[in-house]
C-alpha cells in the first residue's frame, strides 16, 4: 500500500492531506514523516525538471544536478515587517555560494548576494552554500517575484512559471482611520508580494478601491493580517458596479450663459443636436454645421471641451455617458464678453439640458460566465442563473463527470456568487468570467440604481453626525446674493428658498446644491 502510494503521489495522482497545528505543535513529526515518506526526493528518485535556455529556446532536463550551471525556481516570496523580505528558492542544478551573483533574465537584472539561508520556523539559520534539491531563502532581493528564475549570466535558463487561479472575487475597501491610508497602501504591497492571487485596483471612475481575492473568506483573512501584522485596519463593503448612461432619441435645445458683473462679462450661446452614436465604446462624438459665422471657430473647441467634462459624470445617477453625438449647429456670440470660458459653460448647460430630454437610459455591464461543476449539479446551477437573469447560453461536457455552464449574466449578479456556488456544490464547482459589453438596464434595475446612488450621495454630504451645513443662495441670472443663510439638515430638502426681498430661487436637485456651497 505505501509503495503504491508513493508512486502516485510522485505521478502527481493523489494529493495527501494530513491535519495537524503548527501553533500547538500537534502532528508536526507524522507530517515530516509523511514528508520523506511520500513525497520524491532529488537523490532517491528520478525526478525531471526541463528548463529553457532563452538564448536557443531549447529545453533540457536539468535533473537536479549539481555539476551543471547553477539554476533556481523562487517559489515564495515572504515579506515580514520583523524579519524582512526573503525569496524562497529550490536549487535545480549546480550550486549557490553566499557571495555568488546571480541573473534574472526575465527582468535583465543581476544582484549580489551576502547571505543564505534556511528557515526554520520563524529563525533564519545562516548557511554558507546550497546544493541541487536544497530549499532555502535569499534576502533582500530587490527585483526578484514569486515565480522568476535565477541563474548565471553566463548560461541563463527559464523555468515555466506555475498557473495561478484568477481572482474574481472582489469588495470595496476603506480605511477606517484616514490617517492610516499610506500605511494601508504599503502593508498591501508588501502582502501582494507574498500572495500571488491577492490584487488591488484603483478605480478612479467609480472613486473606489477594489480588492480581490480567491473568496470572502480570503479577503477576510487579508483584513485580519493587516490588523494583526500591520496595526491598520479596513472595511469591506459592496463595491459600485461601472454602469453607463445613454441617450435614446434624438433632441435639439439652444442654452446661453450670459453674466455682466459691471465691467467685461461673460456671454456664450449655443444651439445644439444631441443623438446616439451608435457606438457604445466611445462616449461622445462631435460636430459642427455652423453656417454663417454665428459662432465663430475659434470656439469650437471650447465647446467641445465643455462636453468633454459633462461626459464623466451623467446627470442620471453619475455614471460616465457613452454613445451620444453632439453637433453645434447655431448660436450667437458677443464681440466683448464672448470668451472661451463662457461657451465652454453653455455646452454644459446644453448637455444636462438635452441628455434628461433625450430619454436617458442606464447601461449595465454584461459578463460572460463559465461555472464547472459535476454533472450531478447542472440543473441548481442553472436555476440559480436564471435567478440572477442569466442567459445560459449552453453546457460543454469537460471529462471525469463535470460540465462547463456557459453563460452571460449581468456583472452585479455575480456579487457574493462565489459563496452561493461553494455552498451550492460542496467547494466541488469553479467558476471564471469576462466582460463582454454593455445592455440596457430593465426599468426596475435602473430605479433603484438611481434611488440607491442619490441616497449614496447624500448621505456622503450631509453626513449626520457632521455640523449643520450652511449655504448662501445665488442666484445667476439676477447675480445677487441671498443674504439669508439656510441650515441643511440630514434628509432635509428644499424645493426653493428665499433672500430677504421675498423673491424665489431655483434650488439645483432635492439636495439643495448651491453655487456657493
Known amino acids: 500500500i505505501i509503495d503504491a502510494l508513493r508512486q502516485n503521489v510522485n505521478d502527481g495522482n493523489v494529493v ?3 491535519c495537524g497545528s503548527g501553533l500547538y505543535n500537534i502532528s508536526i513529526e507524522n507530517l515530516v514523516k509523511t514528508c520523506v515518506e511520500f513525497l520524491p526526493s532529488p537523490i532517491r528518485d528520478t525526478v525531471k525538471i526541463f528548463g529553457k535556455d532563452p538564448r536557443t529556446d531549447k529545453e533540457y532536463n536539468v535533473d537536479y544536478d549539481s555539476r551543471r550551471p547553477f539554476s533556481a525556481y523562487v517559489f515564495k516570496t515572504i515579506v515580514d515587517p520583523f524579519i524582512g523580505r526573503y525569496s524562497l ?22 544582484e549580489k548576494m551576502n547571505r ?26 530587490t527585483n526578484t517575484e514569486t515565480g522568476d528564475t ?42 501582494m508580494e507574498e500572495d500571488c492571487t491577492l490584487k488591488t485596483f484603483n478605480d478612479k471612475e467609480n472613486r473606489q478601491l477594489l480588492m480581490y481575492g480567491m473568496g470572502d473568506q480570503h479577503l477576510d483573512v ?44 461673460q456671454y456664450g450661446d449655443v444651439a445644439m443636436e444631441f443623438e446616439p452614436s451608435g457606438d457604445l465604446e466611445t462616449p461622445y462624438v462631435f460636430a459642427e454645421r455652423v453656417v454663417g459665422g454665428a459662432v465663430p471657430k475659434n470656439y469650437f473647441p471650447a465647446v467641445e471641451k465643455g462636453i468633454q467634462e459633462s ?27 464672448s470668451s472661451e470660458m463662457a461657451f465652454k459653460t453653455a455646452a454644459r448647460q446644453a448637455f444636462k439640458s438635452a441628455f434628461m430630454k433625450a430619454t436617458p437610459v442606464l447601461l449595465e455591464p454584461i459578463a460572460s460566465l463559465s461555472v464547472v461543476v459535476p454533472d450531478s449539479y447542472t440543473g441548481d ?24 455552464v456557459v453563460a452571460d449574466i449581468p456583472l452585479s449578479e455575480l456579487y457574493g456568487y462565489s459563496t452561493n456556488l461553494r455552498s451550492m456544490t460542496g467547494g466541488r464547482g469553479v467558476y471564471s468570467y469576462m466582460f463582454d459589453r454593455y445592455e440596457q438596464a430593465p426599468s426596475d434595475v435602473q430605479e433603484r440604481v438611481i434611488a440607491e446612488n442619490a441616497n449614496e450621495a447624500e448621505q456622503t454630504q ?40 421675498g423673491s424665489y430661487h431655483s434650488c439645483i436637485g432635492k439636495s439643495c446644491k448651491h453655487a456657493s456651497l
Open 116 to 141: 543564505l539561508y534556511v528557515l526554520r520556523g520563524k529563525e533564519a539559520i545562516e548557511v554558507p552554500e546550497l546544493k541541487a534539491g536544497d530549499i532555502g531563502a535569499i534576502a533582500k532581493l
Open 16 to 18: 495527501p492531506v494530513q
Open 150 to 191: 535565477l541563474s548565471l549570466k553566463s548560461d541563463p535558463l527559464v523555468f515555466d512559471k506555475f498557473e495561478l487561479s484568477a481572482p474574481y472575487t472582489y469588495k470595496r475597501y476603506a480605511a477606517k482611520n484616514k490617517a492610516d491610508v499610506d500605511k494601508i497602501s504599503q502593508a498591501l504591497q508588501k502582502m
Open 381 to 404: 446551477i442553472m436555476g440559480d442563473l436564471n435567478k440572477r437573469r442569466g442567459r445560459v447560453l449552453g453546457m460543454n461536457p469537460v471529462g471525469n463527470g463535470k460540465t462547463e
Open 89 to 110: 528558492i529550490k536549487v535545480c542544478s549546480g550550486e549557490l555560494k553566499a557571495d555568488s551573483v546571480i541573473y534574472n533574465y526575465e527582468r535583465e537584472t543581476e
Open 311 to 337: 461626459i464623466g459624470k451623467g446627470p442620471m445617477a453619475g455614471y460616465p455617458v457613452v454613445g451620444v453625438k453632439a453637433t453645434l449647429f447655431d448660436g450667437s456670440y458677443h464681440p466683448v464678453d
Open 462 to 501: 450631509y453626513n449626520g453626525n457632521d455640523p449643520p451645513v450652511y449655504i448662501a443662495c445665488l442666484n445667476i441670472n439676477l447675480a445677487i446674493f441671498c443674504n439669508k443663510k439656510i441650515t441643511l439638515q440630514k434628509n432635509r430638502y428644499h424645493n426653493t428658498c428665499s433672500d430677504p426681498c
Open 222 to 265: 487579508v483584513v485580519s493580517k493587516l490588523a494583526a501584522k500591520y496595526k491598520v485596519e479596513i472595511t469591506l463593503s459592496k463595491p459600485r458596479v461601472p454602469y453607463r448612461e445613454t441617450i435614446r432619441k434624438k433632441v435639439e435645445v439652444r442654452e446661453k450663459y450670459k453674466k455682466q458683473s459691471g465691467g467685461h462679462g
